[in-house]
């Protein structure tokens, strides 16, 4: 522990930084990835283009994929938009397979009614197709969270300054505590969005929790009738 308080503020400046460079990718990987999903409904040809070449995006190689952005986006080689860009298609990749089943989820009666009842197209999608997707997104989009915070800790090896820099300098000066400090701060900080995230789909999607305990009450009711019918009368 000598090592984290003499260097604390190290720390806490990496953590930041490495907080920074996890939120953006992650918001624009979910914008990204909503309409490419939705998209999806268009029909089997639809999804399985999409969802294919989404998921290939996840199998390029980090580290080439770093040395080629900047030549791409004409950034500079150290520049954190690199890092950023990089880790958004990654997110991309992952959250369109989430947000396709999301909302495939969506029955088609309900979509078919919401129309009935006059809503059109785009107020359809806002009030009826988005929200009951929810619960799907939500989970897809904390997978992507932990995933692009395990990420972004590759970025130290293109000049990043984050988190990932304990583990190079602690293993490069034989410094387990240093490299022990990065790993639990970047467990913490996953620990912590994913809660972030929990709460806003409990704030946010009130029903996913009233249908989650409605099913709860429904397999107590199913396991105690048969105790109650095999009961002497």
């Known amino acids: 522990m000598s090592w984290l308080f003499a260097n604390f503020e190290l720390v806490w400046e990496l953590s930041l ?28 040809a639809a999804r399985g283009t999409i969802v294919t070449i989404t998921s290939l995006l996840y199998t390029i190689p980090s580290l080439p994929l770093f040395v080629i952005l900047p030549a791409i986006l004409g950034t500079r080689v150290l520049s954190d938009i690199n890092l950023i860009v990089a880790l958004t298609i990654y997110a991309v990749a992952i959250m369109v397979r989430s947000s396709a089943d999301a909302f495939a989820s969506v029955s088609v009666d309900t979509k078919q009614s919401a129309t009935a009842m006059g809503f059109s197209r785009w107020s ?4 009826v197709e988005f929200p009951l997707a929810g619960p799907v997104l939500l989970a897809g989009l904390r997978i992507v969270s932990v995933s692009t915070i395990a990420l972004v800790s590759v970025g130290v090896l293109i000049g990043s300054q984050n988190l990932g820099y304990l583990f190079v300098n602690g293993k490069a000066r034989n410094n387990l505590e240093e490299v ?23 704030l946010l999607l009130p029903w996913n929790r009233n249908d989650k305990a409605s099913a709860r009450r ?16």
């Open 218 to 233: 429904a397999d107590i009711a199913s396991m105690a009738a048969p105790i109650k019918a095999s009961e002497p009368a």
């Open 180 to 202: 022990v400090v990065g790993i639990v701060a970047s467990l913490l900080i996953a620990l912590i969005f994913d809660m972030i995230l929990v709460a806003a789909g409990r």
């Open 124 to 127: 359809r999608f806002w009030r």
């Open 17 to 44: 930084n490495h907080i920074r460079l996890s939120i953006i990718p992650i918001v624009l990987g979910f914008v990204i990835a909503v309409p490419l999903g939705r998209a999806t409904l268009a029909g089997r």
